[in-house]
């Protein structure tokens, strides 16, 4: 059993860094308009700021690599059985939905570029 979840972590990490490299080559293709839905975090933040803003979503999202594979694993260790696995995963991908949901992050859809630098 540990051996199936080491290849199925394995295989998750492996399809995270293929999306970075894929975002990375969109991004060149298609140019930077057309791909807005890959680059809607750094349109969030402050043209100013938005660099050391970026760096830090990078190394969160870095830090949540090596986290996630731990936390499954004490999930497991927890739960071997899996009931509660299940019920803590869905909890942990629900969470992040319910805040969004409720704080309403600053929307950017159909503004363009420079409009969204002079309203912040």
């Known amino acids: 059993m540990t051996g199936e979840w080491s290849i199925v972590l394995l295989l998750t990490l492996i399809a995270a860094m293929a999306g970075g490299v894929a975002e ?6 298609i140019e ?3 791909a807005l839905i890959v680059v809607y975090v750094p349109e969030v933040f402050p043209k100013e700021r938005r660099g050391a803003c970026i760096g830090w979503s990078t190394t969160v999202a870095g830090i949540s690599y090596v986290l996630g594979p731990v936390l499954a694993a004490v999930l497991l260790k927890v739960s071997p059985t899996m009931e509660w696995f299940w019920v803590a995963a869905a909890g942990i991908v629900l969470t992040p939905i319910a805040i969004l ?3 309403k992050p600053y929307e950017t859809k159909t503004k363009e570029l420079e409009d969204i630098a002079v309203e912040r």
């Open 32 to 34: 930077r308009r057309p």
């Open 24 to 29: 990375g080559l969109i991004m060149d293709r």
């Open 101 to 103: 949901t409720t704080v």
